[in-house]
């Protein structure tokens, strides 16, 4: 068993995001001593298809880790924590992979969070009314996993369905990886299979769905144990694990996060003594996460279970131990930001422009509009006359409608830099005000809302950031670490490790407040007219699909 912990020793934190793996050695008290990313395949067979490798992804977590700890004495490493986006991982019975798709590719085995493929059988599941779907805002999401597994059932029976053995979401089969343990994280199961910590598996659901082939050998094939985020799994790395890490065997692994719920730990319970902000001394509940990079997830926490209609949750424990977790979403922010910018006729020029000034595209954006305001009180007034619906992807939270699409009003025949920069500028304030309707569905439900804590590569945006600021009414908080969702599953290895009593002490102690944007209070009544705007916009293009329907 290893001794006390020292000052000097570390946490491993690896996330696994939509086109990359990170990993990051984290200090005691939440300090980042080094990182290291590589990318990762995703393949599109298809419109709405999209796959990776469980075999790619392991063997770039290796690689990055043994980055990242190079040099280091492995004794002082204690503990490492996964997260990972919440994609479908499918393995057959000697945990080899299972295609997923049509063209029989085994190592195309990963069906990911963001596959829009099983739209009919997630309005199909919805449509059954069953009472599991209280828990995800009343209607179930393609994006979840019994939609997923419904669809690989109905069009991969012989070549998957068949096949499969166990069927895992990808944060689990990371901490299986590392120590040969099935047991899956509630986070997984209570916000992405409808497992309940209080009921467990809910049969009927299954059944009624057509899936009853998974309650065989008490449901061995999507879980028979559980644990909660950050609490010891197995035995620690296995001797095989350390060796392709490059740490030693036994070293505690915790139980993995969803990589937006990683981020919410790694900012939400930051002490936020004299930053002068509304939610000092009030409890955790009062602060919302939002964790913002290709989509964005919005995480908010109670004492007691809230129903937010369009919000995913009440899950018990999910996130934080003890705590119930509402999750609103919206899935395509950062997507959606670069759609917008590089299909723009002045793409090219703005790219050749930005090259030249030697900023990223953003920031050269940025720095664009503070010119093209000049004339201005205000950088936000620009787009008084320029809308746009931001749900190119269809609506996460809070109306759940899959079918929604992207909307711009106030378009002309001009297609200048100038106006790319304001699309991109209107793009930002739609994103924020999608939040604004979230935060607004929450507080209806009961949720105290005060401050936001942002963290996740949008957050990297200062006009992203001040947008929501501004759109919201409220102050943003970021965190001194800007890999904060590194952070938060860094969390999970130190709670594992035992070094910290709780999720929520190791949440306060590594995690840390690097600055406040406060609210141009100037602005409130533009914004209450530009999200009246927002609001009728989803209504106006409802009204237009009816007609068409008519």
Request: charged share 20%; proline share 5%.
């Amino acid at each position: 068993m290893p001794g006390p912990p020292s000052v000097d020793c570390y946490y491993v934190g690896v996330d696994v995001g939509s086109c990359s793996v990170r990993a990051a050695l984290v200090t005691r008290d939440g300090c980042v001593k080094a990182t290291a990313e590589e990318s990762i395949t995703v393949w599109t067979p298809q419109p709405d298809h999209y796959e990776q490798s469980s075999a790619d992804i392991w063997r770039k977590c290796c690689s990055t880790v043994k980055k990242v700890t190079e040099g280091v004495e492995k004794d002082r490493v204690r503990g490492i924590g996964f997260d990972a986006t919440c994609s479908l991982v499918v393995l057959d019975q000697s945990f080899q992979p299972v295609a997923v798709n049509k063209d029989g590719v085994k190592e195309r085995n990963v069906v990911m969070w963001m596959d829009h493929r099983a739209l009919d059988q997630a309005s199909r599941i919805t449509a059954t009314g069953h009472s599991v779907l209280t828990s995800v805002g009343g209607v179930m999401s393609p994006e979840m996993q019994p939609p997923k597994l419904l669809w690989l059932k109905e069009n991969l029976r012989e070549s998957c369905w068949k096949e499969a053995a166990h069927f895992l979401d990808l944060p689990d089969f990371l901490s299986w990886k590392a120590t040969g343990s099935l047991a899956r994280s509630l986070c997984t199961l209570v916000c992405k299979w409808t497992y309940s910590p209080s009921d467990g598996w809910n049969d009927n659901f299954w059944t009624s769905i057509g899936l009853e082939d998974l309650l065989e050998n008490n449901h061995s094939k999507i879980g028979e144990q559980t644990c909660c985020p950050g609490s010891p799994v197995g035995g620690g790395l296995t001797r095989e694990a350390a060796a392709d890490l490059g740490l030693n065997p036994g070293t505690a692994v915790g139980a993995s996060l969803i990589d937006a719920h990683a981020g919410g730990l790694g900012v939400i319970g930051a002490d936020v003594s004299g930053h002068h902000l509304p939610c000092e001394n009030q409890p955790v509940t009062s602060r919302v996460a939002l964790i913002c990079g290709t989509s964005s997830c919005h995480m908010a926490v109670s004492q007691k279970p809230l129903f937010v209609p369009g919000v995913w949750g009440p899950y018990l424990s999910a996130m934080v131990p003890g705590l119930w977790l509402n999750e609103g979403g919206q899935s395509a922010t950062g997507g959606l930001i670069d759609h917008v910018v590089k299909g723009h006729a002045a793409f090219p020029l703005l790219k050749e422009q930005a090259e030249k000034s030697g900023q990223h595209v953003h920031s050269f954006l940025n720095r664009y509009l503070e010119e093209l305001s000049k004339d201005k009180k205000h950088l936000d007034l620009l787009t008084n006359s320029l809308h746009v619906w931001p749900d190119f992807h269809g609506n996460r939270s809070p109306l759940a409608d899959q079918s929604l699409k992207g909307m711009v009003v106030g378009l002309s025949l001009s297609q200048t830099l100038d106006d790319l920069a304001l699309l991109y500028l209107a793009t930002l304030q739609a994103v924020a005000l999608g939040t604004r309707h979230i935060l607004d569905a929450m507080r209806e439900a009961g949720h105290d809302i005060t401050t936001l804590f942002l963290c996740g590569g949008l957050s990297k945006n200062p006009l992203f950031v001040q947008m929501h600021a501004n759109v919201t009414g409220l102050p943003v908080v970021l965190p001194a670490e800007r890999e904060a969702v590194l952070v938060g599953a860094a969390v999970l290895g130190a709670c594992a490790s035992c070094d910290y009593s709780s999720i929520q002490e190791a949440m306060e102690k590594m995690g840390k407040v690097g600055k406040v944007i406060r609210p141009n209070l100037d602005l409130a009544s533009f914004y209450r007219k530009k999200y009246a705007v927002f609001l009728r916009l989803h209504v106006h293009q409802r009204e237009y699909a009816a007609l068409m329907r008519d």
